[in-house]
C-alpha cells in the first residue's frame, strides 16, 4: 500500500503556481520523498526528490516540512501542458517505488 | 534518444495466448522493472530484476515471466493470456538510489 496521501484532483488557473500536497506522516528516517507524473497515455516521468531539505529544479520546487510529515509540490507557472497525475511516493533505497492514486492536476486556460 | 524504450506499443491477441513484451534501456541502469496499470489507473509493480535477484510481487500469476537476455533488456512473457491481463505494461529502469526512468509503455488487450 501506498504511503502517501493526496488530494483527488484540483484544478489551476494557467499561468498560476500549482501547488500539490502530499501527507506521509508515517515516514521514516531514510525514506526520500519523490514526485512523478503521468501525462496521458504516457509513462510516469520523474520531476524531483528529496529527503529533508527543500529541492529545486528545472522542473519544480519539493518543499518538505521540517517534521517530514508532509510536502508540497510547487510548479511556478503552470502551463495546459502540466495537465497530469502527480504521484508522491516515499521511498527508502532499495525498495521498490508504490504508486498510490494520485492527484488529478487540471490546468484550466 | 530514448532511454527506456519498449516494444510493441500496441498488442492485441486473443485469449489462450503466449505473447512477449520487450524492454531495453541505454541508461546503463543495474535494475529494470514491470508494471502493470489497469483500468482504474493504478499502477503496480510487477517484477524487480538485476544481475543478482529477482524480485516477483507475489500477486503477479506465474503465467508471468520476465527474461533478461542482458543488462539492458528486460523482456515479459506471459503465457495463456487471459481477459484479465488486458492492461497497459511499463517498464523501468534504475541505478541505486536514483529514480526510476519509465517506458512509454505497452497497450495489451485480449479478445
Known amino acids: 500500500d501506498a504511503k502517501t496521501t493526496q488530494p483527488t484532483s484540483m484544478d489551476c488557473a494557467e499561468g498560476r503556481a500549482a501547488n500539490l500536497p502530499c501527507n506521509h506522516s508515517?515516514?521514516?528516517?531514510?525514506?526520500?520523498v519523490y514526485w512523478y507524473r503521468q501525462i496521458h497515455s504516457q509513462g510516469p516521468q520523474y520531476i524531483i526528490h528529496g529527503l529533508k531539505n527543500n529541492e529545486t529544479n528545472e522542473m519544480a520546487s519539493l518543499i518538505i516540512t521540517e517534521d517530514r510529515k508532509s510536502s508540497t509540490l510547487i510548479l511556478p507557472h503552470a502551463t495546459l501542458r502540466d495537465t497530469a497525475v502527480y504521484y508522491c511516493i516515499v521511498r527508502d533505497w532499495g525498495q521498490n517505488f508504490v504508486f498510490g492514486p494520485g492527484t488529478r492536476l487540471s490546468v484550466l486556460p | 534518444d530514448t532511454a527506456v524504450s519498449q516494444t510493441p506499443k500496441y498488442l492485441v491477441t486473443q485469449m489462450g495466448n503466449d505473447k512477449s513484451i520487450k524492454c531495453e534501456q541505454n541508461l546503463g541502469h543495474d535494475t529494470m522493472y514491470w508494471y502493470k496499470q489497469d483500468s482504474k489507473k493504478f499502477l503496480k509493480i510487477m517484477f524487480s530484476y538485476n544481475n543478482k535477484e529477482l524480485i516477483i510481487n507475489e500477486t503477479v500469476p506465474n503465467r508471468f515471466s520476465p527474461k533478461s537476455p542482458d543488462k539492458a533488456h528486460l523482456n515479459l512473457h506471459i503465457n495463456s493470456l487471459e481477459l484479465g491481463d488486458s492492461a497497459v505494461y511499463f517498464c523501468a529502469s534504475s541505478q541505486g538510489a536514483q529514480p526510476q526512468h519509465f517506458g512509454d509503455g505497452t497497450r495489451l488487450s485480449i479478445l
Open positions: 508515517t515516514i521514516s528516517g531514510n525514506e526520500y
